[in-house]
């Protein structure tokens, strides 16, 4: 095979398709619009100059297009990490706050490696609803101050654009329903002359591309102690924010990503970006959902273009993107909020089946987002909620029933179930110490030990008919238990 063969077999099948290449670059260019006023909101949020803001979502969407792990997902300055390295930026300056970004890029990367993706197995589904369904209450909620105390000519304005991008797609999908809304929109009150609020209201544009250079920070053991606390905590929000917006994201699309891979992307972009002066950040959701869901975006391609075209537009057309009415961008993100929702989840007929406990875990995922506009929060809280209903469940599963010997010899006790820490437990009381004949067998061939509390109970069990001069014989476990059993049995006095 001739080398230029070679090459063409390496390239994806997008680059050569001009219908790719429209939506990926149309959704690229929707996202960045969108991603200005939030940008500029974020910085304000940290307590830095709007530039930061802006120029961290260049960074992060420029590098992580090349390195992260799940492609067309949508990187750049949250309101996650703002919330998280404001103190430190209030109470020792800007300086620190980069060396914290850095840092956290630092631990990001480590993290990753060492394969703190591979958690994600264990968050639930109904968990990972209530995480969808508080970001779009989310999204919803940080749009609310954009509609009060505004000129009356705001309330038209956002229903016009609703209603353009629910009939437009009708009309034509060649172009995105967002992007006509907001050229539309903007047209309408520049050439009207409507005074309404407008994205240069939020803040002054960069007009220059950021410069890399070191934080202003004295490199001591003094300042890694101060940022540190505040890096690994910006460095488990963006990890946990990123990794559940990689997994919405599979669910769309129906494809796979490298979780891993997006781990420590993460954390090469955070440090890229502290080095060029941004902020720090991590996935961002709502304008991820544009890229996927509104504009159809299914490439890295889409990624690198909104972080171009978030410093073209800033540096080149300033003067035009800050004439974009906000109400424009307010309906854009109402509409992806309305999209992001899952409505089957809270439908009658859903929750007339859905077991209470799994109700109850996504009412708090929910509940704990929304209290704290903590995705992170949120997630914890909602698996161990949904960890202890179900040890709670599973701890009723071990049963133990007594067969005696028709001669009164002996007596068998088979044991079905999992025996772990919370249905271990109630174990040691299952037996009847003072009635039983001398020789007691337990059989567990239909259960299954999976930790050491297990073990303690059997060895207590033994303990208390040993007292009584009556001796026990454990059968029937299967090669894992056997193994757990003969390495800890005899071993754990004083432990149960």
Not at 255 to 270: F, L, M, P, V, W
Not at 480 to 493: F, I, M, N, R, V
């Amino acid at each position: 095979m001739s080398p230029a063969a070679r090459l063409r077999g390496l390239k994806p099948d997008w680059i050569s398709d001009p219908k790719v290449w429209r939506t990926e670059v149309l959704g690229g260019l929707v996202v960045a619009l969108a991603l200005i006023p939030e940008a500029i909101s974020f910085s304000i949020i940290a307590g830095v100059d709007p530039a930061l803001g802006l120029f961290a979502s260049f960074t992060m969407a420029v590098v992580i297009s090349i390195v992260g792990g799940r492609r067309a997902m949508i990187s750049a300055a949250t309101g996650a990490v703002a919330l998280v390295i404001a103190p430190l930026n209030r109470e020792h300056g800007l300086g620190y706050l980069i060396a914290a970004v850095i840092l956290a890029g630092v631990f990001q990367i480590v993290l990753g490696a060492l394969g703190v993706a591979r958690l994600m197995r264990f968050i639930p589904r109904s968990v990972m609803v209530g995480f969808v369904n508080s970001l779009a209450i989310l999204i919803f909620m940080a749009q609310v101050p954009e509609m009060l105390d505004v000129p009356w000519a705001v309330y038209p304005l956002i229903a016009a654009g609703l209603a353009l991008m629910v009939f437009f797609p009708r009309v034509t999908t060649v172009v995105p329903a967002p992007l006509v809304s907001i050229v539309v929109l903007t047209v309408i009150t520049v050439a009207a002359a409507i005074s309404v609020p407008t994205v240069g209201d939020k803040g002054e544009l960069p007009s220059s591309l950021p410069v890399p250079g070191l934080p202003d920070v004295p490199f001591t053991l003094d300042t890694l102690s101060t940022i540190a606390p505040y890096a690994f905590a910006m460095a488990l929000v963006g990890l946990m924010e990123s990794l559940m917006t990689a997994k919405l994201v599979d669910d769309i699309t129906d494809t796979h990503s490298d979780k891993t891979r997006e781990s420590i992307g993460q954390g090469i972009a955070n440090v890229v970006t502290g080095f060029f002066g941004g902020m720090g950040g991590c996935a961002m959701i709502g304008q991820t959902m544009i890229n996927v869901k509104v504009s159809g975006a299914r490439t890295r391609l889409s990624t690198f273009l909104a972080g171009a075209f978030l410093m073209v537009l800033c540096i080149v057309f300033g003067p035009v993107v800050s004439d974009i009415p906000m109400a424009a961008l307010v309906a854009v993100m109402i509409m992806v909020s309305l999209a992001t929702f899952d409505w089957h989840s809270v439908a009658p007929k859903t929750l007339r089946r859905m077991p209470a406990g799994e109700i109850s875990v996504m009412v708090i995922t929910v509940a704990c987002v929304v209290a704290t506009h903590n995705l992170a929060v949120g997630v914890v809280v909602g698996s161990v909620t949904a960890m202890i209903i179900f040890a709670k469940r599973v701890a009723h599963l071990a049963e133990v029933t007594a067969l005696p010997d028709p001669d009164g010899k002996s007596v068998v006790y088979r044991v079905t179930g999992e025996l772990f820490f919370a249905s271990s437990n109630d174990l040691v009381g299952r037996f009847g110490y003072a009635s039983d004949p001398d020789r007691i067998v337990i059989d567990l061939s239909g259960a299954h030990i999976w930790d050491a509390s297990s073990v303690a109970a059997l060895d207590a069990i033994e303990t208390k008919y040993a007292q009584r001069g009556k001796t026990v014989e454990i059968t029937g476990l299967n090669d894992p238990s056997s193994d757990l059993h003969g390495k800890l049995t005899g071993e754990l006095a004083g432990s149960h």
